[in-house]
C-alpha cells in the first residue's frame, strides 16, 4: 500500500515518528525493543524515527527498565515525552470570573491567575485582558513566549469544536459566533510581541470532565461530570475523548425542561437550570431576605452552613437527580461527578436521593458519584490537556516535525 515517504510499517499501516511518539506518551512502548514489536519496524527504522523526536526534543532517556529480550541482559533504557520543550497557556471563564494559567505538557502548573472578568462586557474586552494575564504569568514563570505551544480556553457555552465559536450561548451575550481563535491568538503577540499559536476553545463542563477523568479516572470508559454553577451543564468522556454531539450541544441539561414555571435565561420556561442552578438558588435566597446574588454567595453559604442555603441546596439536587436519571440510564457511566458551586453534601445528598429512587438498578450497580477533585482548576487542566492531545496527536505531529525541519 502506498504511503507518505519515510513512513512505513507492519502490514502496509503507516507508522511513523509521530506514531512511536504516541506510543511511549500513552505508556504502551517505552523501551526500543518494545517499539518495534507493536510496530513490526526494524531496530533500524525505529531508531531513524526516535532521531527525529530527540532532534525536536520531544523525548528523552529515562531510567534503566524491563529486559526487553527473554534470554535476559541488561535493563533496556527507557523512553520518555518531555514535557518540558514547550508549555502551554489555559484560561477558564465564568460568567464573572476567569482563572487563567501556564501548564507544562504533563499537566503542571506553573503560575496561576484569578481574577474578575465580566464575560457579558463581550470577546473583544474579555480576551484582550487575557492576553494581557498570559504575559503576565509566562513573565512570572520564567517562560518565553516563543515556549508557548497552544493556548486552551472554556468558555460557559456550547461550542462548534470544528470553528471555535460559541454558538447561541444563553449566558454569554455577545458572542455568537465570535471568532474566539482570532482573537486570542492575535491577544498574546499584542502583549509579548510572539508569533500566533493554535488556540482550542471549547465548553467549560467538557474540559472539567476531561481534565478530571484524565487525572483521576483514567480506566473509566464512560464518565460525566455536572456542573452547576450560574448554569448547568454536563461533560461526557466516552473511551478517553470529549462526546461533543454533532455541533457541541451535547450535555445541555440545563436545558431540559421540568415543568416549572421559572423563566430562564434562554428565554424558554421551565428549564432545570432556571429552578436548580446556582443562580437560581441565589434568586430564592434573595426573595427571602437573605443577601445572595450568585452561585458563588450560595457556595459561600453553604459553607458556612446557612440552614436555608442548605435546604434549597439539597431541593435543587433532587431536580437534578431526577434528571440525572434519565442520563444515567442512557449512558451508563461509571462515574458521574458533580461540580461547581453547589457540589457540596446538601445538594449530593439531594442527588442521590433522586437518582437512586429514579434510576434502574441496573444502571447504578457500578455507579460512582462523586464531587470534584480538582476544584476550580479542573477546566485549566482539561484545556492543557485538549491542546497536547491535540497538537502531538500523530498525524500532527509529522507535520510539526516536518515543519521543525527534523
Given amino acids: 500500500m502506498a504511503g507518505r515517504p519515510g513512513r512505513t510499517g507492519r502490514g502496509g499501516s503507516q507508522t511513523g515518528a509521530g506514531d512511536l511518539l504516541e506510543l511511549v506518551r500513552s505508556g504502551r512502548a517505552t523501551t526500543r525493543g518494545a517499539l518495534q514489536q507493536a510496530t513490526g519496524l526494524s531496530r533500524a527504522t525505529v531508531g531513524q524515527r526516535l532521531d527525529r ?51 507544562t505538557l504533563t499537566g503542571e502548573l506553573l503560575a496561576e491567575h484569578s481574577g474578575t472578568l465580566v464575560v457579558e462586557d463581550g470577546p473583544e474586552s474579555v ?28 468558555v460557559p457555552g456550547p461550542v462548534d469544536s470544528e470553528t471555535g465559536r460559541v454558538v447561541q450561548p444563553p449566558i454569554m451575550p455577545g458572542w455568537d459566533g465570535y471568532d474566539i481563535r482570532g482573537r486570542l491568538s492575535r491577544a498574546l503577540p499584542e ?48 473511551d478517553g475523548s470529549i462526546y461533543r454531539g454533532i455541533d457541541g450541544g451535547a450535555g445541555d441539561i440545563g436545558h431540559i425542561r421540568v415543568g416549572a414555571e421559572a423563566l430562564c435565561r434562554c428565554g424558554s ?17 434573595a426573595g427571602a431576605g437573605v443577601p445572595a446574588a450568585s452561585g458563588s454567595d450560595v457556595r459561600d453559604l453553604l459553607a458556612a452552613g446557612h440552614p436555608e442555603a442548605t435546604a434549597l441546596a439539597r431541593e435543587a439536587g433532587r431536580q437534578v437527580g431526577d434528571v440525572l436519571a434519565t ?19 446538601p445538594f ?30 479542573a477546566a485549566l487542566v482539561g484545556a492543557g490537556a485538549l491542546v497536547v492531545e491535540h497538537l502531538y496527536a500523530p498525524d500532527r505531529a509529522e507535520e510539526r516535525l516536518a515543519a521543525l525541519g527534523v
Fill in 269 to 285: 420556561y421551565g428549564c432545570l437550570a432556571a429552578v436548580a442552578s446556582g443562580g437560581a438558588v441565589a434568586r430564592r435566597l
Fill in 53 to 103: 523526536l530527540f532532534r525536536a526534543g520531544w523525548l528523552r532517556e529515562g531510567a534503566g527498565g524491563p529486559v526487553d529480550s527473554p534470554r535476559g541482559g541488561r535493563p533496556s533504557i527507557t523512553l520518555e515525552f518531555d514535557g518540558s520543550h514547550a508549555v502551554v497557556l489555559a484560561a477558564d471563564l465564568d460568567t464573572r470570573h476567569a482563572r487563567a494559567a501556564v501548564l
Fill in 127 to 154: 480576551l484582550g485582558e487575557l492576553g494581557r494575564w498570559f504575559g503576565e504569568l509566562l513573565e512570572k514563570a520564567g517562560h518565553r513566549a516563543e515556549e508557548v505551544c497552544g493556548i486552551g480556553l472554556a
Fill in 191 to 238: 502583549h509579548t510581541g510572539a508569533s500566533t499559536v493554535p488556540v482550542l476553545v471549547d465548553n467549560d463542563a467538557n474540559l472539567m470532565a476531561y481534565g478530571e477523568q484524565r487525572t483521576g479516572h483514567r480506566d473509566c470508559s464512560a464518565f460525566v461530570l455536572v456542573k452547576v454553577s450560574t448554569g448547568i451543564g454536563a461533560g461526557v468522556v466516552v
Fill in 348 to 377: 449530593l445528598t439531594g442527588v442521590r436521593e433522586l437518582l437512586y429512587q429514579r434510576a434502574l438498578p441496573r444502571s447504578t450497580a457500578h455507579l460512582d458519584v462523586v464531587t470534584s477533585q480538582l476544584g476550580e482548576r
Fill in 327 to 345: 442520563v444515567v440510564t442512557l449512558l451508563n457511566p461509571g462515574v458521574l461527578m458533580i461540580a461547581g458551586d453547589l457540589a457540596g453534601t
